[in-house]
């Protein structure tokens, strides 16, 4: 980070704690206690008077979200991925763009949650209450492939209208969005967001495409649908009619859409044809630990297990459900990844630590597994997919480097952040989260790993989006009855 550039901010938030005590409190991976708005902000200066009230409070959290990124928890290397664009950089597109007082307030909470978007750092933006009934988006996806916008996947919810689904197939053409060409629409929208002003890379955009159309064209007059008009690799053309209403909630991890998992209950079943265990823990959070080791207790004549990761995400305690679900496969202390968290002297005088330091990063942090009492020592395949909100991204580095252990599926693409801090303020009740660390995998010879592949990957099919069969666990039953996966 600039720190020349960052210096307004630095004494912004020095001022701060003059004028208030601020503690912030550090979780690992998942959401976290956001803390009061009285203990985050008493006040705030702005370089400008706004004379309503309604400006001087979305400025007053603009800056706060700011305040906090960038001079408290910077981001690890000071830049976003390979845009290289660094965060002051995002900061000086958005700012003229929501102090603009005609933007409706949803707008202006639009933006900051594209601004944020744009830092390649999925598990930094506004919390769910702030962004609320404000991203509004398709239950469907596209990618973009040579200049044209194909369709990815859809929402589960689709199947209530069999004909959508018998006419929805992955690789079918956008043509258009309601009345207007999908492909020239894709290029105007983009060109009017932060996106074209920061990245040349349009497939960054694809993920908000549907959010960016009803933010810039339909949120003045709010539709309950919209149309869209895709196209056959024969030429045939259809329609489909979607609820703004079923998008919400659905974007996941990196953009990618998905199905909401809710909090599922554990599920341990005995497969007596095969003699395997099969567990799905339907959170992976502390309290589901229990249960693990009673299922692994009450069958021990099972030669092996199938462990469906699958569309579930870190719950409370998450760090340690991880480290008793590995420490169960191994026999010694085993290191499968590192947190390398960002140090300043305001962060730590923020978390009560009078040794500021002055170092930019603290020593990198192991992440050690050590074994536990109950053992199981026999094979295990490990289902995964990308319908996630957050990835478990320890629990399954640290399974996927283990011999006895298979990964079967498809993996989560971008760089794992964790550390995530909610934060309330005292503007109008938003929100907002920020990660605080990098964490890094490691292989078995303690080298970085930066992409995490499965052993046997299984593509996403038409079938599986109409809810037809699955794939993984067939292809995992087919391993186990001795066929080649």
């Known amino acids: 980070m600039d720190r020349q550039a960052g210096k307004t901010t630095w004494l912004l938030i020095l001022f701060l704690l003059s004028a208030a005590t601020v503690l912030l409190t550090w979780h690992g991976s998942g959401e976290g206690e956001p803390a009061s708005p009285e203990a985050v902000f008493s006040e705030l200066i702005y370089p400008r008077t ?43 597109v958005y700012e003229p763009v929501v102090s603009d007082e005609t933007l409706l307030e949803t707008g202006f909470l639009f933006r900051v949650e594209e601004m944020l978007s744009l830092l390649d750092d999925p598990l930094t933006g506004l919390d769910a209450g702030t962004i609320e009934d404000v991203y509004m988006t398709l239950p469907v996806s596209v990618r973009y492939e040579e ?29 258009r969005i309601d009345a207007l060409l999908a492909e020239p629409l894709f290029v105007n929208l983009r060109a009017d967001s932060g996106y074209g002003a920061l990245t040349e890379r349009p497939e960054r955009f694809v993920p908000h495409l549907f959010a960016v159309y009803y933010d810039r064209r339909l949120r003045t007059r709010p539709p309950q649908q919209s149309s869209l008009t895709f196209e056959k690799r024969n030429g045939v053309r259809y329609t489909i009619w979607l609820d703004w209403v079923d998008g919400q909630g659905l974007r996941g991890f ?31 959070s502390q309290d589901r630990i229990a249960q693990w080791q009673s299922a692994l207790a009450t069958h021990p004549q099972a ?16 760090a340690t459900f991880s480290q008793v679900v590995i420490g169960t496969l191994i026999t010694e202390d085993t290191t499968t990844g590192r947190i390398n968290q960002r140090n300043s002297p305001l962060k730590r005088r923020l978390q009560g630590d009078d040794e500021a330091g002055t170092e930019d990063f603290w020593s990198l942090r192991p992440w050690v597994v050590r074994p536990a009492e109950q053992r199981f020592d026999r094979p295990v395949m490990v289902l995964t997919d990308d319908d996630v909100l957050v990835p478990p991204t320890e629990l399954v580095w640290g399974l996927s480097r283990l011999d006895q252990v298979v990964v079967i599926g498809r993996s989560w693409s971008g760089v794992h ?14 929100g907002f989260g920020v990660t605080t660390a990098l964490w890094e995998s490691l292989g078995p010879d303690g080298q970085v790993e930066t992409a995490f592949l499965p052993d046997v990957y299984v593509p996403l099919t038409d079938a599986e989006l109409r809810g037809q069969g699955d794939p993984v666990m067939e292809t995992a039953l087919r391993w186990w009855d001795g066929q080649s996966p």
């Open 303 to 318: 030669r092996g297990m199938i462990l469906d990761l699958r569309g579930q995400d870190p719950g409370p305690g998450y």
């Open 254 to 284: 990196a953009g990618v859409l998905i199905e909401p998992a809710g909090d599922e209950a554990f599920r341990a079943q005995w497969l007596e044809e095969q003699n395997i265990l099969f567990i799905r823990p339907g959170r992976f």
């Open 417 to 430: 952040r964790s550390g995530r801090i909610a934060v309330s303020t005292p503007f109008s009740d938003w």
């Open 50 to 92: 706004w004379e309503s009230d309604e400006m001087a409070s979305r400025m007053g959290f603009f800056h706060s979200v700011w305040g906090i990124v960038e001079g408290v928890y910077p981001q690890i290397d000071g830049t976003l991925d390979e845009d290289d664009l660094a965060w002051k950089q995002v900061k000086a």
């Open 147 to 175: 200049g044209r916008l194909l369709l990815d996947r859809y929402s589960g919810v689709l199947r209530s209208a069999p004909d959508y689904v018998e006419l929805l197939e992955r690789g079918d053409r956008l043509v």
